[in-house]
C-alpha cells in the first residue's frame, strides 16, 4: 500500500515538471508571437505580479534584429519591481554612467550601465499620484519634472510637478516640491475622464518647460464628442509653455492624445507624435498658435465605424464642438494606418548607429515597434522603417555611448546596440 502512494506522488510530481515545463515553452511561444495572452484583454487585468514573471521568465537574454542599414543586437532587462508592468513611467539619463527609471506607481530604480546592477531609489514619488505620466530630468538646472494625474473628488487634474535633486556617491536625493502648473478639473458627471487619454510629455525648451496634454475623456465615438481640443480656454487636447509659476500659454491646440513631444536639434523643430482615433496617428510640427485639427480634421476614422456596412465615417454635427469653415487646419508632417499607438520619439546623435544621425527615432505601443524616419533638409519624410521589436515601448532614450535604450509595458529595458561591432 505505501509502495503505490510513493508511485501516485511520483507520477504527480512528474506530471507537475511536465506542466511546468510545457507552460513555460507556451508562455515563451505566445511571447514571441504576440499571442494569447499577452496580446490579449485578459493581460490588462491580470495582477502585476503575475504580468512580472510572466514576462521576467519569458525575456530572452538577447535577440537579432535585421534592419536596413544595421544588424542590431537587443539586450532584455528585467527592472526587479513587480509594479514594473503598467502604462506609465519613464526612463531618463541621470548621468554618463545611470539611468533613472521611474514606474507608473512612483517607485524609482538607478541603474548602472556598465555593471548592468539596480539599485531602489528614493520612494517620494511612490504611490502619490493617480498616474506619472511622464518624467524628465534637466541636469544643468539640477530638476527632475514630472507630469501626473490626480484624482480630485470625483474630477482628474493634470500637474507639472518640479524638484530638486543631487546625484552624489551612487545617492539620489530629492526635494523641494513645487506644483508649477495644473490644469482645470474634469469631473465624473460631465466626461468621466480617463487618464490614458491624458498624453503626455514635459521637456525644457527654449528656455521654458512645454508640456503635452490629451483630451482626457473616454474613448466614446473615438473621442470626438467633447468640447476641449478647440476650445482656447481649456487645457485639455493642448501643448502649453510654462514660463514659471502661474505663467503659462497654450502654445498650439487642437490634439488628441499627443504622447510624444521632443526637440530636433537639426533645424530646431519642436516635434510631438499623436495618438489618432481608428488610424491616423500622427507626427507634427508644432508651431505657436497653431491647430492640428482634432476633432475637426483626422485621417482616422471612428472605432464603430464598419466598412461592410452603411456607418459614419464621420459625425455631421462638428460645428458644435469648434469645427468652422474659417479655420486653418496644420497638416500632420506623417500619419500612421492603421494606428502604431505611437508613444515618444527622439533625434538619434549618437555614434552607435551613425548611418543614423539626425533621424527621428519613435516610439509605439499597440505598434509594438520603433520606426525610424528620415527627414530632409526642409522637413519632409523620405521614408520611414519599420524596426518590430515586439514590444509595447512606453519611452525611449539615448545613452551617453550612442545605444538606444527602451522602456516597456512588459517592465524591461532593452538596450539597441550594432550587432557587428
Keep these: 500500500m505505501k509502495k503505490k502512494w510513493i508511485i501516485i506522488i511520483l507520477i504527480i510530481i512528474i506530471l507537475a515538471i511536465?506542466?511546468?515545463?510545457?507552460?513555460?515553452?507556451?508562455?515563451?511561444?505566445?511571447?514571441?508571437?504576440?499571442?494569447?495572452?499577452?496580446?490579449?484583454?485578459?493581460?490588462?487585468?491580470?495582477?502585476?505580479?503575475?504580468?512580472?514573471?510572466?514576462?521576467?521568465?519569458?525575456?530572452?537574454?538577447?535577440?537579432?534584429?535585421e534592419t536596413h542599414l544595421y544588424e542590431i543586437n537587443t539586450e532584455?532587462?528585467?527592472i526587479p519591481?513587480?509594479?514594473?508592468?503598467?502604462?506609465?513611467g519613464s526612463v531618463n539619463i541621470l548621468n554618463k554612467d545611470n539611468l533613472l527609471i521611474t514606474l507608473d506607481n512612483g517607485n524609482n530604480w538607478i541603474l548602472n550601465l556598465a555593471t548592468k546592477n539596480f539599485v531602489k531609489g528614493p520612494d517620494i514619488f511612490s504611490n502619490k499620484?493617480?498616474?506619472?505620466?511622464?518624467?524628465?530630468?534637466?541636469?544643468?538646472?539640477?530638476?527632475?519634472?514630472?507630469?501626473?494625474?490626480?484624482?480630485?473628488?470625483?474630477?482628474?487634474?493634470?500637474?507639472?510637478?518640479?524638484?530638486?535633486?543631487s546625484f552624489l556617491e551612487?545617492?539620489?536625493?530629492?526635494?523641494?516640491?513645487?506644483?508649477?502648473?495644473?490644469?482645470?478639473?474634469?469631473?465624473?458627471?460631465?466626461?468621466?475622464?480617463?487618464?490614458?487619454?491624458?498624453?503626455?510629455?514635459?521637456?525644457?525648451?527654449?528656455?521654458?518647460?512645454?508640456?503635452?496634454?490629451?483630451?482626457?475623456?473616454?474613448?466614446?465615438?473615438?473621442?470626438?464628442?467633447?468640447?476641449?481640443?478647440q476650445n482656447p480656454n481649456s487645457s485639455f487636447g493642448k501643448i502649453i509653455r510654462i514660463f514659471?509659476?502661474?505663467?503659462?500659454?497654450?502654445?498650439?491646440?487642437?490634439?488628441?492624445?499627443?504622447?510624444?513631444?521632443?526637440?530636433?536639434?537639426?533645424?530646431?523643430?519642436?516635434?510631438?507624435?499623436?495618438?489618432?482615433?481608428?488610424?491616423g496617428d500622427e507626427i507634427n510640427l508644432i508651431?505657436?498658435?497653431?491647430?492640428?485639427?482634432?476633432?475637426?480634421?483626422?485621417?482616422?476614422?471612428?472605432?464603430?465605424?464598419?466598412?461592410?456596412?452603411?456607418?459614419?465615417?464621420?459625425?455631421?454635427d462638428l460645428q458644435n464642438y469648434g469645427?468652422?469653415?474659417?479655420?486653418?487646419?496644420?497638416?500632420?508632417?506623417?500619419?500612421?494606418?492603421?494606428?502604431?499607438?505611437?508613444?515618444?520619439g527622439l533625434e538619434y546623435k549618437g555614434d552607435e548607429f551613425s548611418k543614423m544621425k539626425d533621424n527621428l527615432i519613435i516610439s509605439s505601443l499597440i505598434g509594438e515597434s520603433l520606426f525610424r524616419v528620415n527627414l530632409s533638409d526642409n522637413n519632409n519624410v523620405i521614408n520611414v522603417e519599420t524596426i518590430r521589436i515586439n514590444e509595447r515601448i512606453r519611452d525611449l532614450t539615448e545613452s551617453p555611448d550612442g545605444k538606444i535604450v527602451l522602456y516597456t509595458d512588459g517592465g524591461s529595458l532593452i538596450f539597441l546596440s550594432d550587432n557587428n561591432k
Design 18 to 65: 511536465l506542466l511546468s515545463f510545457f507552460s513555460v515553452l507556451f508562455l515563451k511561444k505566445a511571447r514571441e508571437t504576440r499571442s494569447w495572452p499577452f496580446a490579449s484583454g485578459l493581460s490588462f487585468k491580470l495582477p502585476s505580479v503575475v504580468k512580472y514573471y510572466a514576462y521576467k521568465f519569458t525575456n530572452p537574454e538577447s535577440l537579432t534584429i
Design 76 to 78: 532584455f532587462l528585467s
Design 81 to 88: 519591481d513587480q509594479e514594473a508592468t503598467g502604462s506609465g
Design 129 to 165: 499620484f493617480l498616474s506619472i505620466r511622464d518624467v524628465n530630468i534637466f541636469p544643468e538646472k539640477k530638476e527632475i519634472a514630472l507630469l501626473v494625474g490626480e484624482n480630485n473628488n470625483n474630477c482628474k487634474i493634470m500637474k507639472l510637478k518640479i524638484y530638486d535633486f
Design 170 to 229: 551612487k545617492k539620489l536625493e530629492i526635494d523641494n516640491d513645487r506644483t508649477l502648473w495644473k490644469s482645470e478639473k474634469m469631473c465624473e458627471e460631465d466626461f468621466n475622464p480617463l487618464i490614458n487619454n491624458g498624453g503626455g510629455r514635459v521637456i525644457f525648451y527654449k528656455n521654458s518647460y512645454f508640456i503635452s496634454i490629451g483630451f482626457l475623456a473616454q474613448n466614446i465615438e473615438s473621442g470626438v464628442y467633447n468640447p476641449f481640443p
Design 244 to 279: 514659471d509659476e502661474n505663467n503659462s500659454e497654450i502654445y498650439s491646440i487642437g490634439h488628441r492624445n499627443p504622447q510624444g513631444l521632443f526637440v530636433r536639434q537639426k533645424n530646431d523643430l519642436l516635434i510631438s507624435t499623436e495618438h489618432g482615433p481608428r488610424g
Design 287 to 316: 508651431t505657436k498658435n497653431s491647430n492640428y485639427g482634432w476633432p475637426c480634421k483626422s485621417i482616422g476614422t471612428l472605432y464603430s465605424y464598419d466598412l461592410k456596412n452603411d456607418s459614419k465615417l464621420w459625425p455631421d
Design 323 to 344: 469645427c468652422v469653415d474659417n479655420k486653418l487646419f496644420i497638416d500632420p508632417l506623417y500619419s500612421w494606418t492603421p494606428s502604431i499607438g505611437a508613444s515618444q
